[in-house]
């Protein structure tokens, strides 16, 4: 009898499911007793956005870092004006 | 057929019942992950239902920017069924090997033989290299999602799915006659 044979047959086997009949039925059932749930799924970006409007030192850190962002980015572009 | 995110939205806009849409679509491989790992078909079931139950009450900290939904409810069966594991020494149990129909039934019993010694060696895995397998051979995740399940390299994922395999392959080797 072949290996490789058995092996498959026996993948095959362990890749069989049965799904007991009203699985689902009492996962809701335990999900309606949680009741509804708040929140909404958000992007990294957005999580970011979201925690910088609730910390104001935040707010005035990025202020801070995009203002020094912008100096730096006039200084060179007048430097390579004047040359 | 509904994208899981449009489903997770409307969840956590307080439409409970929709919830139902991701135990359908995803009650069959969180069972056959869950079953291939702890070998209890009962206690795999409660597992599976903790597992829904605990993506329903954490589905606002899913990310979806950082994984599709499918890889996070695997993590937390993986983590779910190691944890059960963890709270007992695993015992095949009897009942869960099933009879192989075949015609002959002398061949019959040596096939089941077999496969119940594949089933032991399966379940003698260390867990890091059971969970890699039963992922990739049985769930056909690709290594990038194990991984990221996993928390681990590519490179580690093959390499644990390499020595299950050859774990396995020496078990039914040291039956068949075969070499590893």
Redesign the interface.
Known sequence: ?K?NL??E???R?????D??QG??D???R???L????????????E?LLNWMQVHPAAQAAAVVLATALAVVQSALLLRIAVG | MTDDNAIIAQVLEGHTEAFRVLVERYQKPVLRMIGNMVYDRHQSEDIAQEVFLAAYRHLASFDRARSRFSSWLFTIARNRSLNALKARRLALADGDTMPTAVGDPETAAVEREYEAALDRALAALPQDQRAAFVMAEIEALSYEDIARIEGVRVGTVKSRINRARQKLWLALGSLCGVGG
């Open positions: 009898m290996a058995i092996y047959r026996w993948l086997r362990r890749r069989e499911v799904v007991p699985f689902a009492d996962v809701m335990q999900i309606h949680v009741g509804p749930i708040e929140g909404r799924a958000v992007g990294r970006a999580r």
